[in-house]
């Protein structure tokens, strides 16, 4: 059964191919609203950071990959050419063009809330680097973070609604990010905010069914959920919410979140999202198990879970381009511990 570690082999892999992707402006998948004829540009003369892996998000997160091993790994050999990338792109003067993109009318709802979540934990994993060029990187991309960071002020308190499909829009998820964000640098107001919009959003849910998966989910509806509440909650009133959550988990039902989604086509982006979907219901397996006292027979079942439905995608992360330009991320998430 697959072990559950980020091993040196695997960060090299991982490393090399998002090397090969965050650079590669086409095909390219752009969320762009167009103002006038002006705003006919391809995607590296609007986003001269994040103009690879086929779209803003997945280049945005394929560094937040490449840094993290970097941090992690730091003997690997594809580490010196990750940080010699960061020098060449991670400026002021080529942030200061992302933000100015980001400040338009017309980019109002620009990548929202997906995006913003994960340029957020981006900013989150420069702020660990101790080096100094990784606090170069930090400095120069914060302008951007900083940004985001107030979009979701400005946001969260006019969101009525969780959005509960396991896409792009998945609030659960953005808030997860976004408070590891909030603790990481201090943000207390951003990081409050996560926590009451959540126990709002979220903090009654009972019996819940996990009508999963849909055919292009990549997130666990009912997984992400539980994994944003024990990081709002104590340990005690998560317990109780947890119970009341998902009421029949030790008999092992809903029976659908311990069975790894089929992938029938890997060669279709939207179905390769199901390989994230078993990814990023490992991560969240682990995290729930995390939570759970060690004599919690869920506990045992959590880990087994998580690691059943590592071993059925981890063999797929690399190979194809529909999933090979974001699907590290998830497996990193999937292999870190909590």
């Known amino acids: 059964m697959t072990e559950l570690a980020l091993t040196p082999d695997i960060a090299a892999r991982f490393a090399r191919a998002a090397l090969g992707h965050v650079t590669r402006e086409y095909p390219n998948k752009l969320d762009h609203v167009l103002a006038g004829p002006a705003d006919v540009l391809g995607p590296r003369a609007l986003h001269p950071v994040f103009f690879g892996s086929f779209d803003w998000h997945s280049c945005v997160h394929g560094w937040w990959t490449l840094f993290t091993l970097r941090r992690l790994h730091p003997n690997i050999a594809e580490a010196a050419a990750i940080a010699d990338l960061a020098d060449q792109l991670f400026t002021p003067a080529h942030v200061a063009i992302e933000v100015a993109y980001l400040s338009r009318p017309e980019s109002r709802g620009f990548e929202r809330p997906y995006g913003w979540a994960w340029l957020l934990m981006l900013q989150a994993e420069l702020t660990r680097h101790d080096d100094e060029r990784g606090r170069v990187w930090a400095s120069a991309l914060r302008p951007l973070a ?127 999202h199901l390989d994230g979907l078993n990814l990023s219901r490992a991560w969240c397996w682990r995290g729930i198990a995390a939570s759970l006292p060690v004599e919690d027979s869920r506990q045992t079942m959590a880990v087994t879970a998580a690691r059943i439905h590592l071993g059925t995608a981890l063999p797929h992360v690399t190979g194809d381009y529909m999933g090979e330009h974001w699907l590290a991320s998830f497996a990193v998430l999937a292999l870190l511990t909590d």
């Open 146 to 272: 900083q940004a985001f960071a107030e979009r979701f002020k400005a946001f969260l308190p006019i969101a009525t609604y969780p959005v509960r499909t396991g896409t792009h829009y998945n609030t659960a998820f953005a808030l997860r990010l976004a408070l590891d964000y909030a603790e990481t640098v201090g943000d207390t107001d951003l990081a409050d905010l996560c926590r009451v919009t959540a126990l709002r959003w979220y903090g009654e849910d009972q019996d819940c069914q996990a009508w999963e998966p849909s055919q292009d989910e990549f997130l666990s509806p009912t997984l992400m959920v539980g994994d944003l509440m024990r990081r709002v909650m104590h340990d005690q009133d998560f317990g109780s919410w947890f119970d009341l959550y998902l009421p029949r988990l030790v008999d092992r039902t809903p029976a659908a979140l311990f069975e790894p989604a089929t992938v029938s086509d890997r060669s279709d982006g939207k179905i390769a």
